[in-house]
């Protein structure tokens, strides 16, 4: 077709063309004839004309109209026409398709024949909006199959001017069943996370605690409000702060999907509530970090019954020891008896021999030996019975052994032959020879309990080196080179039931009143922690073999304070506190004796008072720690009130542990423990005063 313009120079070129056929075809014809003829065959000829173009021009739009409605029909999308009744008068096959029906059986039928019942309110108010408004408008709700069965679809419908309603629709069904498992999904995870009787948090990168719990909320006596107000460093105890960061940082760089450690949370009142964390990363679609989901399981009382157990397992095993000192007490008594009649009947020699200088001189010897020797005996039992922290030593099993061996008679009575085969080339080992000390104890009294009528007991050190063949008989073996040290006796014996319980806590085959039931355990703890393992092998009748195992150590032997055998002389002056007046004067004596300079003091307040007496001036303060009006550590600090820069020595009967339970914290540089040889007491008082 051509536009309004076009139109007059169209209908002049017809005239044209359709003049010169007529002069063509009407020669020889009467003028007025021939101009009538002319004119109607013009005419007809611009007829004819004018309907062949009228035919081309249907074929076009027959043409434009078959691809209009191909398109239409074809599209992926529904479409409906419907008139201001709401009746559909135009439907496209993908429409009737989607209805599962025929697109004539469409036609003529009000729109709410094909809209599920429940949402037709929902179509009634969108077609009101629809009306107030010239833009297009969306809904989404159910439309109707010819089955009956619904599926979801998203309507834009557009109000044309003479009152029609042009709808085009998609079907959003499997959408729709994603949101809706979606949704199902998080009301899920919703109901655990908050119904959940384990605490939950989520909290982001920054560690913003963005959703939280009842149960994490009660745990830590915080409203659930409360709570999300704060950060978790906010309720992390500082102690664990480093782990809580650690955490997050592991989760973020991705080096673990999840993470789980212990922590103390800080409760609203102040105490530390302990936890099972449990954290892993959530992501998104791309795999970028966005949140952590925190599961938190209080295991204060968990905790609480841990630590009640290590304290009564230490007190047990603290009264196992005492238990085992009551069984030497009758040979101690008896050997300090022994070593006092030596000191009095040499004492009573010298004063009768007064005049004779060799024999004095020989009866002070002896004196000094028994002495040395009862000195010897209380040293063990103080190291024996102290709690003590573990002191690990590179050390020679043979010499501690040895030292044991000195008690094992009276510990285990005369009737039993004790033997000790050394290995001269034994390796060394690394323990606290108090706890090496404290297995040979307890096997021994094992050994005598299951020898009621005499026996023997041997003890044997050697070197061996496990294979992985050597290691399948026992779990606890790791192939290497280790130190056996076998103890044997001829007693009683085991039978496999009893082997199978033997380092269980508590069990025991004495009678009630004889035994804890914790040597065997004890020994187990310490060869375990030593990094060893133990074999036992008996037979009932037949007696019992305990051969323990620890490792190879080739570092050098942990060498001990040497002692001078000359004493070191001094040119400065001491300040004494003791409160045993014998034990005071013969340590003024030997001070004096070694160049000081002694004021002497019986109590503290005595020992105050000369320290405020500026007149007088002395270098180093030697003190008892405990005595009756306060404990040496105290009194230091008093001194030190009035002269700051005075050095000290503390010295006492007890062991530094339970000098320490009197108050105060005692190092070792700063203490000696009665009864001391006067050259150890002068090599201590010279790094005290050497030191800076």
Known sequence: MTDRVGQPRRTDELRRRAEELARENEAGLPDETLQTLYELRVHQIELEMQSEELRRMQH??????????????????????????????????????????????????????????????????????????????????????????????????????????????????????????????????????????????????????????????????????????????????????????????????????????????????????????SATMLCDEQGTSQNVIISIVDITARKRAEEERLLLERQLQQAQKMEAIGQLAGGVAHDFNNKLMVIMGNVTLAQMNIDDHDRVIKHLEEINRAAELSRDIASRLLTFSRRQVICPQILKANHVIAESLKSLTRLIGEHIAITFIPDDTLWNIQIDPVQLDQVVMNLAVNARDAMPD?????????????????????????????????????????????????????????????????????????????????????????????????????????????????????????????D??????????????????????????????????????????????????????????????????????FVSGYSADHAALAGGTISGGTFIQKPYDLKKLSEQLKRVINSK
């Not at 001829?490 to 082997?499: F, K």
């Not at 305990?546 to 002389?569: A, M, Q, W």
Request: hydrophobic letters at 40%.
């Open 580 to 649: 045993e007046d014998a034990l005071r004067r013969v340590t003024a004596q030997f001070l004096k004796a070694i160049g000081f300079s002694v004021y002497e003091a019986a109590t503290p307040c005595n020992a105050l008072e000369l320290a405020h007496d500026h007149s007088i001036q002395f270098d180093v303060v030697l003190t008892d720690f405990i005595m009756p009006e306060m404990n040496g550590n105290v009194l230091v600090e008093r001194i030190r009130e009035i002269r700051p820069d005075i050095k000290y020595l």
């Open 60 to 277: 076009d739009l027959e043409a434009s109209q078959r691809r209009y409605f191909a398109l239409y029909d074809q599209a992926p999308v529904g479409y409906l026409t419907i008139d201001e009744r709401g009746v559909i008068q135009e439907a496209n096959i993908t429409a009737a398709t989607m209805l599962d029906t025929a697109q004539n059986d469409l036609l003529k039928k009000p729109i709410t024949q094909i809209i599920f019942r429940e949402d037709q309110t929902v179509y009634y108010l969108y077609q009101k909006k629809v009306i107030g408004t010239d833009k297009a408008e969306e809904c989404e709700l159910r439309l109707v199959r010819a089955d009956g069965s619904p599926f979801w679809a998203r309507l834009l419908t557009f109000h044309e001017p003479n009152g029609e309603f042009w709808i085009v629709w998609t079907d959003i069904t499997e959408r729709k069943r994603t949101e809706e498992a979606l949704q199902k999904s998080e009301a899920r995870f919703r109901a655990i996370f908050e119904r959940s009787t384990v605490g939950k948090a989520l909290t982001g990168s920054d560690e913003k605690l963005l959703h939280v719990n009842q149960a994490f909320a009660d745990m830590l006596g915080y409203t659930v409000d409360e709570i999300q107000q704060l950060y978790f460093g906010q309720i992390t105890h500082p102690d664990d702060m480093a782990a809580s960061k650690e955490c997050i940082r592991i989760l973020m760089a991705g080096e673990q999907a999840s993470h789980r450690f212990e922590k103390r949370y800080i409760h609203k009142s102040g105490t530390a509530v302990w936890a099972d964390v």
């Open 454 to 578: 005499g026996g023997t007991f041997a003890i044997k050190s050697k070197n061996v080196t496990m294979d992985s063949v050597s290691c399948v008989s026992n779990i606890a073996c790791v192939p290497g080179e280790y130190v056996c040290i076998s103890f044997n006796d001829s007693g009683t014996g085991m039978s496999q039931e009893t082997l199978t319980r033997i380092f269980e806590p508590f069990f025991t085959t004495k009678v009630v009143g004889k035994g804890t039931g914790l040597g065997l355990a004890t020994i187990y703890g310490i060869i375990n922690q030593n990094k060893g393992f133990i074999d036992v092998v008996s037979t009932l009748g037949s007696g019992t073999t305990f051969n323990i195992y620890l490792p190879r150590y080739d570092s050098p032997v942990t060498e001990s304070i040497k002692v001078n055998d000359t004493f070191s002389l001094f040119s400065g002056s001491i300040l004494l506190i003791e």
